[in-house]
């Protein structure tokens, strides 16, 4: 052994030593790492264990079925059909930008749309839905795409669906997605972002019978977003059905009638209130409304200049014209003011403040009482009255017949017209009232507004003698549940008190109205009519409106009939608006003529029978009623 | 003829290496559970990961062998060699290298990826060690700075990469070594001064070649509030996967946080939390025995070496492996930030697991020869 060997063996024997060292912090480090795990996995281990669980499962919204929606007669006028919804969640999205670049190339998707719907409040773990709709193409290119879409997520569901396309649109409405401020609602509470609801018409006054009730479903999800597996099922609550008042063939008829004339066209069973037929053109298509909409598509239909969105029969207002004359009528009589003795001399024109108020009639109509004054439509006769009645006892009686109010009827955003008065110039203009605009009122003309709506609710009461019912669009809800269906009562409004003369007289010139006067048109083979004519002059006219067809169609006047039949004992009232069409005679009262006769050629209400040669999927209205459905 | 001798005695093994064996056989088998667990769930096209796993232990087997029965003395002479090699393809991996995840690390062979940094670990020990048993060791110039220079190439080239993890590696190998050869006593207060001011300096050399994400996996460690860009969300995903495994565990395949992906690199640097998630505290208890155990007995060869450079290999070994082992659990219990240091023997990876039985195979070849080299 040499000497070198000698310091290596002190050298091994010194570093050896060291290497006891090594040893203890072996054990120190071992014993650290094990606190540590015994701090995350005992310590902390619930709360890990929360949170993985929190990581794994995401609640999933099951959306309910809407519920359905017949016509009186069991037609079915909305359903639902399988579609693809496209759905994002946020959560799991990595990159937003590459996504929706991806997303409007893969399925044409606008820009600015997804852009808006992905920055929505809300929570990041529910699945927002960005578009539906989808062609089964395009969910499948999704699909074959999904691992280069974290996050996204293509969804089969249903889709509302209208079968009979246009047909009662106004009416029946459409839905869309709940929006950010109607969540605010309380109505809207247990709702949330995506959630489908009625966003007009029916759909919306009664869309808490019909959107159900929403399901959850616990899924398991890996770290994609992808699901994996259900954990719990909570299952959805379809919502209740609908069975309307209205007959779907009148509709259509009403409907048909109209054609591509703007207006509306009502009737109401005058013995219950029901709406049965309720047309208003231009119109929309629901079920274009009711899936997404981009931008561009909406903005085209709120700018439309027909204003399709605008339920006519409920929030267009028009000056009544001469179908007012009905209101100043009964003024008249009931005041007092006008006997049936009350005679007036009509030369064509009424001279007053300066200026000659004209008759409709050029040469005028001689001398006339309160009957001839309504059949023959004499505007001299009522410039005559309204003059003596003053505009305030016009307003009140107008207020009695319902103007100025809404009807009540179970459709959003009625509108309620005008009812002037001295008060009221002074009120919404600050002006005085002047004498001269008494004698416009006197025809419906100047500032007074109906929607025709509230002029069926004014014929209607004509034709009960001052009895009627609110108007009703909903006869009946199945509750999908239990299957029991609850029936929805007539509501009969306060009756309006006037003298049995009174009516009498009215019911005699409004048939007289058809069998000899302004509404020659109407006289029905069938059954008799009685009505009233009105041209509501557009404010830009007046003294040249008989120059007709000359005059560009926007600046005629707006034609309307007021009518009830049979006219010995009422069942039907109908009244007919079309813009700019010139005179009611020609133009209105053929139209109500058709959709009476349509009614009384009809069997009376009997459901079953009713609805045959109708295409319909589910069983009648009667075998509903006994509750032998399902 | 004291070859010959030797030959005839590695054919016959004692306790201590049956131990030893069983040790290492055990931590792999917990390895290819936990990467088969993991991966049964992922729709991977071709070989499975663990089928590939197996395949990597056989070839580190055959490692294992040819380290164990040729003499770690005529190993030692081609350390120079061997490092200078290595160098060589630190180099080509940073002109040709497979790039992945902003690193370039890997060298392509065939259907294969090689991973040099994994082997600069054992040969900078190797190279170390006859370093410090054949140079004359007076100065500290010789004890402390000339085994720096030769580690340095390796750092900066491994640091270029950027492989933050494997130059951590290497620097506590160079440090360990001089903890138990290079160092005198008051050389060591010395150095722990110049440590202390060269510090800022280092750091600036480190963090400059850091990449933006390792500075802010670096930053969310030191700092949560830092990270609001979801960066910690790694090393969250991995403290609840542990976390969540309680005292049981979630049993085999039952791991949500890495089945569902949650938790990325289950397979790899991750492999730990994977396993604490499914086999809980008492699982990780067992675990932790087990590479106790492994370092324990492996302190024990360096203890009863009989010379120098058996010693000094054996001792940088085991810090190899000991830094490796400690890091890597650290960083997935949230101790340390995430640098990309695989779990020996358990995580997937090829390289990794060659060097690391290689490693083990040069440990056992220290002890065999104990008993009859002198003289």
Known sequence: ?630 | MIDRVLDSRSLTMDSFDWRFLGLIAAILSLGVLSIYSVTSVQAVSGTPMYLKQLAWIAIGCAAFVAMLVVDYHKISRLAYVLYALLLVLLVVVLVAGKTSRGAQRWIPIGPFVFQPSEFVKLVLVLTLATYYTKSPRQGWMQRVVLPGLIMLPGLLLILKQPDLGSGLSYLSIYISMLLVAGMRSKAMGTLLLFAVMLFPFAWELVWGSLHDYQRERIMTFVDPAYDTGGKGYHGLQSRIAIGSGELLGKGLYGGTQSQLKFLPEGHTDFVFAVFAEEWGFLGVLVLLGLFAGLIWLSLEIALKAKDMLGALLAAGLIAMLAFCLVINIGMTAGLFPIVGIPLPLMSYGGSSTVATLAALGLLLNIKRRRLTLFY
């Open chain 1, 1 to 630: 052994m040499s000497a070198q060997g000698g310091t290596q063996h002190d050298e091994l024997r010194e570093l050896q030593q060291r290497l006891v060292l090594f040893k203890i912090s072996l054990l120190l480090v071992v014993g650290l790492l094990a606190l540590r795990l015994w701090y995350l996995q005992i310590n902390a281990g619930s709360y890990y264990h929360d949170l993985s669980e929190n990581n794994r499962t995401r609640a999933v919204v099951l959306e309910p079925v809407r519920g359905l929606i017949y016509d009186r007669h069991g037609v079915l006028l909305a359903n639902n059909v399988p579609s693809f919804g496209l759905y994002v969640t946020l959560e799991d999205v990595k990159d937003r930008k590459a996504l929706i670049e991806s997303l409007v190339k893969m399925v044409g998707l606008d820009e600015t749309t997804v852009r808006k719907k992905l920055s929505e409040r809300g929570s990041k773990l529910l699945p927002r839905k960005v578009k539906d709709g989808l062609t089964l193409r395009e969910a499948a290119l999704i699909e074959s795409h999904r691992l280069d879409l974290p996050g996204v997520t293509v969804r089969p569901e249903s889709q509302r669906n209208y079968p009979s396309g246009l047909t009662a649109a106004h009416l029946l409405g459409y839905v869309g997605e709940v929006s950010s401020d109607q969540l605010e609602k309380s109505e809207y509470a247990e709702l949330h972002l995506g959630s489908i609801i009625g966003q007009y018409g029916v759909e919306r006054t009664y869309d808490r019978f019909l959107r159900g009730r929403a399901g959850q479903k616990t899924v398991e999800v890996d770290a994609m977003g992808h699901e994996k597996r259900t954990v719990e099922v909570g299952k959805p609550l379809a919502g209740d059905d609908l069975y309307l008042t209205i007959d779907a063939r009148l509709q259509t008829l009403a409907e048909h009638l109209l054609g591509e004339e703007f207006g509306a066209i009502i009737a109401i069973e005058t013995t219950t209130g029901d709406v049965l037929a309720m047309a208003s053109r231009p119109v929309f298509d629901p079920n274009v409304l009711s899936r997404e909409l981009t931008a561009k598509q909406w903005e085209k239909i709120v700018q439309d200049e027909g204003h399709p969105l605008t339920n006519r029969a409920t929030q267009g207002q028009y000056p009544p014209g001469s179908t007012f004359k009905i209101i100043v009528a009964a003024a008249g009589l009931e005041t007092g003011t006008v006997t049936m003795t009350t005679k007036v001399r009509c030369m064509g024109g009424f001279p007053f403040g300066g200026r000659v108020y004209r008759d409709w009639k050029e040469r005028g109509h001689g001398v006339m009482g309160v009957e001839d004054a309504i059949v023959d439509s004499c505007d001299v006769f009522f410039y005559t009255i309204g003059q003596r009645l003053g505009i305030d006892t016009m307003a009140e009686f107008a207020d009695r017949f319902g103007l100025g109010h809404e009807t009540g009827i179970e459709l959003p955003s009625e509108r309620t017209g005008i009812v002037p008065s001295t008060a009221w110039k002074t009120k919404a203009r600050n002006e005085i009232w002047l004498p001269g605009e008494t004698i416009s009122a006197a025809i419906g003309q100047g500032y007074t507004t109906v929607t025709p709506m509230q002029m069926t609710m004014v014929i209607a009461t004509v034709a009960g003698s001052g009895e009627s019912f609110r108007p009703r669009i909903v006869r009946a809800i199945k509750e999908r549940a239990t299957g029991q269906v609850l029936d929805l009562p007539s509501v009969p409004r306060p009756k309006l008190a006037l003298k049995p003369e009174t009516y009498e007289l009215l019911h005699e010139s409004l048939a007289g109205v058809v069998t000899r006067g302004t509404a020659g048109r109407a006289r029905s083979a069938l059954v008799q009519i009685a009505g009233k004519t009105g041209t509501a002059q557009t404010a830009a006219l007046k003294d040249d409106r008989k120059k007709g067809k000359d005059i560009p169609k926007k600046l005629r006047d707006h034609a309307w009939f007021v009518s009830y039949a049979p006219a010995e004992e009422p069942r039907i009232a109908v009244v007919v608006l079309v813009e700019n069409m010139g005179h009611g005679g020609s133009w209105a009262a053929p139209l109500a003529k058709q959709v009476i006769e349509a009614y009384i050629k009809s069997k009376p209400v009997e459901p079953v029978t009713a609805n045959a040669g109708f295409d319909h999927e589910q069983a009648p209205m009667a075998v509903v009623m006994q509750g032998a459905h399902d």
